[in-house]
């Protein structure tokens, strides 16, 4: 194992914002250290497991490693913060990611439909619709934008919200909260508050998915909303901590993700413009692409898991009770996993990354976020003429959900 390299920087979210540090980390990581113990300062030590076979072999065993009670990493005072709000709990949220089985089987299952392909299909003209929209306004802004801010958060919220039910007129709002409870860790994305007292950003969520619990009860649409609202878990209504949290990681998860991959899938074919020239020849290849700009970016970087056993992986003794950070985006540049791994290919067959997880929490959103792109690029690609960098791009400074903060472009599109 090197001894040059601190592992325990993978905790630190300036990390995270820094692309090149990031990847010759990740890369020492997995040649090194696969499964290395790591007590970062500030945060309860974890197992930090960054091999592809050995992410996939944790995920398989959802028995003997649990999502809760740590589904994500935080630091010592964060998780401090979240029991002296709740009175005792570790949880701040209770979300699809948090729970285990019986339970994660019950409430998965409630959406579930909602997000297959067969469910799906209904939405794809409004879909279409939306991308040719967002590609014209793009094309009205006069050759640059920030493709980020301008472009890529604002697509896949508006599916969200049309999915959810919700008006277009709050928007700004939705997106502003997801980017305070994603970016908490960005100096440039937290909202002013003191991390032990303040958990605005949740409560202003719980207030405005209370008032919509309370409308779709009133009066029933054929939304996701609906489903949430009048769901019966065991034959009692849903609680109001799960409906609460199911809203919540629909509402942010299923529109932040899909725009870091959209716009990181964007700057690896500007900076990679032969594979650009190849889907243009070819945009049949699209949806190719899209899996492969999943796993380049590869947006949720880590969750959590815990032992409740013993346990031996890769020679390494995890004991019950340790936790565990599977760090997917890692895994997706596994040279033992991908031909040429660090290297953006359109035309990548196979593709099986991870970005999406493994097992039973495999990304109930996956299908979406696919048809979501495909649609976008489909729209984008045969229309532009030329497209590069127009300044410096920045990463978002977040351990857990993560991408690309800015990223300026100068363009020509039909």
Not at 96 to 102: C, F, R, S, T
Not at 111 to 134: G, M, Y
Not at 229 to 242: C, F, Q, T, V, Y
Request: glycine share 6%.
């Amino acid at each position: 194992m090197s001894t040059r390299i601190d592992y325990a920087a993978i905790a630190d979210p300036r990390t995270w914002g820094d692309e090149r540090r990031l990847l010759a980390l990740l890369d020492d990581m997995r040649r090194d250290a696969p499964v290395v113990w790591v007590e970062p300062e500030g945060y309860r030590p974890f197992w930090a497991v960054s091999r592809h076979a050995d992410i996939m072999e944790i995920e398989r065993q959802n028995d003997r490693f649990l999502s809760g009670p740590r589904a994500v990493l935080a630091s010592s005072a964060e998780e401090e913060a979240v029991k002296a709000f709740t009175g005792g709990s570790h949880l701040l949220l209770r979300t699809l990611i948090h729970m285990d089985n019986p339970d994660h089987r019950v409430f998965r299952a409630m959406t579930q439909e909602w997000f297959q392909p067969r469910s799906l299909n209904k939405l794809q003209d409004r879909i279409a619709d939306l991308a040719r929209r967002t590609i014209d306004r793009m094309a009205d802004q006069g050759g640059r934008c920030d493709f980020v801010s301008e472009v890529a958060v604002w697509y896949p919220l508006h599916v969200i919200m049309m999915i959810l039910g919700a008006p277009e007129s709050d928007e700004p709002k939705l997106l502003k909260l997801t980017q305070e409870l994603f970016g908490a860790q960005d100096p440039d994305m937290q909202r002013q508050r003191t991390e032990a007292t303040d958990m605005g950003t949740v409560q202003e969520f719980f207030a405005y998915f209370t008032a919509m619990t309370e409308a779709r009860r009133a009066n029933p649409q054929d939304d996701v909303a609906t489903v949430i609202a009048n769901a019966s878990i065991d034959g009692k209504p849903i609680g109001h901590l799960e409906a609460m949290s199911y809203y919540i990681i629909i509402a942010t998860a299923g529109h932040d993700t899909t725009s870091s991959a959209t716009a990181g899938g964007l700057l690896a074919l500007i900076r990679s413009p032969w594979e650009l020239k190849k889907l243009k020849a070819d945009p049949s290849l699209i949806p190719s692409a899209v899996d492969e700009m999943i796993r380049w970016t590869t947006p949720v970087k880590h969750f959590m898991r815990t032992a409740t056993e013993d346990y031996v992986l890769r020679g390494q003794k995890i004991r019950k009770g340790d936790a565990l950070m599977l760090l997917y985006h890692a895994a997706n540049r596994d040279e033992d996993a991908f031909e040429a791994p660090n290297e953006f290919r359109v035309d990548r067959a196979p593709n099986r990354h991870i970005a999406f997880g493994y097992g039973p929490h495999l990304c109930l959103g996956q299908f979406l976020a696919k048809m979501e792109m495909r649609a976008l690029f489909a729209e984008l690609i045969p229309r532009l003429d030329d497209v590069a960098i127009d300044g410096f791009p920045t990463w978002v400074q977040s351990s857990f959900v993560s991408g690309l903060k800015r990223l300026p472009i100068r363009y020509t599109l039909k």
